[in-house]
């Protein structure tokens, strides 16, 4: 009889003090989880009722809002745009604030503790204040109108140097010295053997990046006027002032393609987005 | 040591040989990988970084237009003088402060309730982790067009409190006066919380357990073990979430051009200090006074910042 049967403590007792956390936390989940409820229901369901009964269930399903916005406005035009920024800002940006994080956790290169005090005084300043003069510098650069306004001053930055410094800081220097005294050059160990260890920190800069960069807002609304330029966030926000109340349901199927492939990817790697924004050490 | 509590965690500074002269030229050059290595970023912050800088407080003692850069013509610190008596300006940054008391009572007190549930329970916490923050993904414009419809007067919120008789009649909040900076806060509470949660969270996860033993044993309630120890120990990481969420908060722009015209409304009641500036730049294209108006949020911040760092530091001693 090798069996063992659980212990009596193992099956907890049901008590109000232990069920109500449980109550707030379900509670809370239904409403953080209730708009989106709205958006999946209203992009398949009738506009006449998207405005006249708000609260009811479709009556009929209809996939008409999605065909829709298709013949209306190039939504593919808008995804490329959206794609062609966000996968250039993230693979530049991963790149360039690995090399900046190496080079100020593992290389002792003289002025190297006072570039980095810098940066990091450099995140205490507001962005409204590059703001305007900003604009006027890529203006007078001619990048009004092209991509190159928003990939280039994105193509590194300090948080992400910071968050891949905290990172390389677990990895012992003796493992990146035994590499020098085999005689590779610092280009070398980054690429055979510092990118490949950051990769879980790596994955996390460029979720954060990616995420910013195709939520960003601001940035395509000041410099991408021409409509042919115009990302996901811009030709939604100009889409919905053109749609009458009957076809609402357009916006609502074009929402929820903007937002289901974020939600989606953030089910997949969800430990990396939260350790994006939780990662912050204190001392 | 206690009193920078919230400092994230500088270089530590490696131990060096005082340097002379021959021997910084021999170790600049055999470290040269490392100038390598950070010179994008030096590159690209002195070009849009360090330079607009520059130019705007250059800006600010003109009237200048982008689109007709000949008229260019200094007017002293007129900007500034027009700025500070400017009650728009004066309008937007109340607007603000009074979104941003209510938002960051929210977010903070959400989150730290939430974290708080979540340290309690023993099994499904990663679940409730994961929902929680799911709003996180959603850009301004979704989280706009979601919240504006949920709460408009046609909308599914007040469709129902009409039928409970909590309210007579539905409300056309955005053209009333005060109702539109509380809605926003609380639309992007909803956002935000989350990451309010996990950063508590992993600092509830951080405190000793045996200073609540040792508190208990001399026969503290739970009320006192809150107060006397968890709000303590988690001063950190709210000070971090206040001094950075403030600093955020204040520049806000998306959500109130995505609802209102680009002055705030009929009553300016929902303009931002952003908004005004981007009005101020492309609306009246006065790129110089929008600078100027730029340069004074800018200080607000910095006054707030300071105020909340002084705050703290007393609160330690």
Redesign the interface.
Known sequence: MATVSPPMSARPRLKLGKLL??I??IL??I??????F??LM?SVKPGREI??S??ALPSQITFSGYTDVFARLNVLLLLRNSLILAISITLLNTL??A??A???AK????G??Q???F??A?M??????????????M??LGWVNHFFALI??A??S?YN??LLR?FLDTIPDEQLEAARLDGA???GI?WRIVLPLMKPALTTVAILTF?GS?????GP?LYLTDPNLWTV?VG??QF?SGVPGENVQE?WAL?TM??LP??I???IM?DQ??AA??N???? | MAT????????T??P?AP?SGAG?WQ??LR?????I??A???L??A???I???V??FY?TFFN?S?VRPDDLAFVGIGNWVRGIQDPLFWQSTFNILYNQAIFITLTLGLGLG?AL??K??TR?GRI???????????????LM???G??TSA???IQ??LVRLGILAEPIFWQSTFWLPMPIIAVINS?KWF??ST??LL??LYSIDPQLYESASLEGANSWQLFRSITIPQLM??IF?LLVVDF?NG??M??EV??MFDIYGGNQHQALT??LY?YAQ?FDQSN?GY??TL??L??AI?AFI?VLQFRFVQRDVE
Do not use: C, E
Request: proline share 8%; net charge positive.
């Open positions: 956390p449980y707030l936390l809370g989940a409403v953080v989880f209730y708009p989106f709205y958006m209203n405005l006249h708000p609260n360039l604030s090399l900046g190496y080079a100020i290389i002792p290169f003289p190297r503790d570039i980095f005090g940066m990091l450099t205490m300043i507001p962005g409204v204040l590059f703001l305007i003069p900003t604009y006027v510098l203006y007078n280039i001053p193509a590194v300090v140097i910071f905290q050059s610092d280009i980054f995420m195709w939520n960003d807002f601001f609304l966030q939604l926000l919905q916006v929402i903007i937002t974020l939600v990817f953030y089910f969800q987005f939260v924004f939780a912050v050490k204190f001392k | 920078r509590t919230a400092d994230v965690r500088l270089a500074p490696a060096s340097p910084l170790r600049m470290y040269r990988w490392g100038y290595f950070i994008p970023w030096i690209i912050y070009v849009f970084g330079y607009p800088l130019l705007s800006l200048y982008f939430t549930l979540l309690g329970i499904g409730f982790r994961t929902i929680y923050f799911i709003p996180v993904v959603t850009s301004v414009i979704v067009t979601l919240g419809y949920l046609t909308g599914p469709n129902v909803w989350g990451v996990v950063i992993a600092g950190p990481q971090f600093i204040l520049q722009f998306g051009y995505a200090p952003v500036l730049a790129m929008a600078s730029g340069l949020l800018a911040i910042t």
